[in-house]
Structure formats: structure tokens, C-alpha cells
């Protein structure tokens, strides 16, 4: 005689489901907390570090300028003090750029939370990038369809201007702070366009998802290493060169999703590429 044990199947696999969204939860549970005592210090670090740069920048100009006035007259100092002097200042300006970001997300809860629609700011993301040259050497596909880390994914597309008189997102209203929703998609649309090759493929989609919307950015790059990807919304990582970015931008975008009860996650398969997705509840009465 055979038992019929599908039922009991069923249950284990409701139960594997159960723990699985527990250990997600209790996950994202734990690194909101520090993100949130990281966020505290950001304010402090930031003006406690705007000082001294501030005095360094203001040095490097006072020399420059003597140096423009050719009261350096050796020949073999003055390359070697001019190169200096622009190590320096670039080092100085990306300094003003990590403490730039992490002001900004001091200072995120500013803005009021109001309606937004999700779509229009997508849209004015993408009208940034139109003078971008990266961009511009990259297919952006935009498609209403789900896209897959691993699947097979549309092949032809709109070059950015193309995609905004083409545009084929519906209204998607979620309640948010519009600019920094905009920093959210700007943030992700650059790093897509770095992490491809010259005419590579960029796939967006905004499609209505578990009672909100989902915006996926994703690019058929290198992919992100598996021991890397935990780690993705940390401040100050980076899989990007040195000198290529702060390691701040996800970070802030992460809190900023967090903070109007939204979340944002990242896929990635070495070879395959990578796509991070960003869902927003729909606001009360969302989609009219």
C-alpha cells in the first residue's frame, strides 16, 4: 500500500519558504541597525573632516597661484611642485566628495514625503544621462517584462533619447522625497554603464509588483563575486577601481528605499551580470 505523502511535502516546503522569509528579515533587520548608527556618525565625521580640507585647498590655490606668477623659476622644481600641487587638489576634491554624499545623507529625512510618481522620476534619471559618455556608448533597454539575473534578456533597445520620446512606463505613484528618490535611479544608472563594456546591454523595468512598483536596473557585466555581495551596501565598499568611486552611493540609496518602507536588493552572477531592484509600497490609491 503507498502513502500519499504530497501533503506533507507541501507543508515542508511552506515551512522551508517560512524560514527562508525569516532569515531574509532578521538579515535586513540587521543591517538596518547599522546602517542607522553608521547614519549618526556621518554628520559628525563629515564636518569634523570639511575643516582641514577646506585648509589644504585653500594652501594648494595660494601655491598655485605663485606658481602661475613664475616665482618658482627653477626648471627642474616647478613640474614636480606643479604635480604635486594636482595630486594634491584631486585628492583634496574627492575628500569634498565622500563628505558631500555623506551630508546628504545626513540630511535625508529634509525633504518631505509626498506623492510620487515613480515612473516621472525614472524618466528624469535618464534625462541626466543623456550627456553622459558612457552612456552613450551603451544600449539602454527599457521593458515592461521581468528581467532575470540568469534568463535570457532582450537584445535590441533605445539609446537614452530614443527611450524618453519612446517612453513605455505607466503612472506608478508611491509615497517618497523625489529628488532623492532621482539620486536613488541616478546612482544605479551610472554604475549599470560602468560595470559593461562599450555597447553593452542596460535593461530597466518598472512593472507593478506585490502591492507596489519595481524599478530593475540591471547590465550584463562581470557580475559580482559572490563573497563581494553581501557586502554591496556597505559604506565605503567598492568593487570599482581605485579612485572610480567613494563606495557611498548604494549606501545612501539604500537608506534612503529603507526610509519610506521600500527595499532595494542586488543579484549578481559572476559572467552573467548583475541587477538591483528597488520596490516602493504603492501609495493609497497608487496606480489612477
Known amino acids: 500500500m503507498h502513502t500519499d505523502i504530497s501533503a506533507r511535502k507541501h507543508a515542508e516546503e511552506s515551512l522551508r519558504q517560512a524560514y527562508e522569509r525569516l532569515r531574509e528579515s ?3 533587520m540587521v543591517q538596518s541597525e547599522k546602517m542607522a548608527g553608521l547614519g549618526r556618525m ?4 563629515a564636518h569634523e573632516v570639511t575643516t582641514p580640507l577646506a585648509t589644504i585647498m585653500s594652501a594648494v ?3 598655485q597661484d605663485r606658481l602661475a606668477r613664475g616665482e618658482f623659476t627653477d626648471n627642474t622644481t616647478r613640474p614636480s611642485v606643479s604635480d604635486l600641487l594636482d595630486m594634491i587638489a584631486a585628492a583634496v576634491e574627492r575628500g569634498q566628495v565622500i563628505i558631500r554624499d555623506l551630508l546628504g545623507f545626513s540630511r535625508k529625512d529634509a525633504e518631505e514625503v509626498v506623492m510620487v510618481d515613480l515612473s516621472a522620476v525614472l524618466k528624469n534619471a535618464l534625462r541626466v544621462l543623456c550627456n553622459d559618455k558612457r552612456t552613450a556608448a551603451r544600449q539602454i533597454i527599457l521593458t515592461a517584462e521581468p528581467i532575470n539575473v540568469e534568463g535570457a534578456w532582450p537584445q535590441d533597445g533605445w539609446g537614452v533619447q530614443a527611450a524618453l520620446e519612446q517612453w513605455p ?3 506608478a505613484v508611491v509615497q ?3 529628488s532623492q528618490l532621482e539620486q536613488v535611479f541616478l546612482n544605479l ?4 554603464p560602468d560595470a559593461t563594456v562599450d555597447n553593452g546591454i542596460v535593461v530597466v523595468t518598472c512593472r507593478a509588483c506585490d502591492n507596489g512598483f519595481e524599478i530593475a536596473v540591471g547590465d550584463r557585466g562581470d557580475g559580482i563575486l559572490p563573497e563581494n555581495l553581501p557586502y554591496v551596501f556597505e559604506p ?3 568593487t570599482k577601481p581605485r579612485g572610480k568611486g567613494t563606495g557611498l552611493g548604494l549606501f545612501v540609496s539604500y537608506q534612503i528605499v529603507s526610509s519610506v518602507g521600500g527595499h532595494i536588493r542586488a543579484e549578481s552572477r559572476p559572467g552573467c551580470g548583475t541587477v538591483f531592484r528597488v520596490w516602493l509600497p504603492a501609495a493609497t490609491g497608487g496606480n489612477r
Not at 544608472?189 to 549599470?192: D, E, K, P, V
Open 169 to 171: 512606463f505607466p503612472k
Open 26 to 28: 532578521q538579515a535586513q
Open 189 to 192: 544608472l551610472l554604475n549599470a
Open 61 to 63: 590655490e595660494v601655491l
Open 176 to 178: 517618497g522625497r523625489p
Open 236 to 238: 565605503f565598499f567598492t
Open 42 to 45: 556621518a554628520a559628525g565625521i
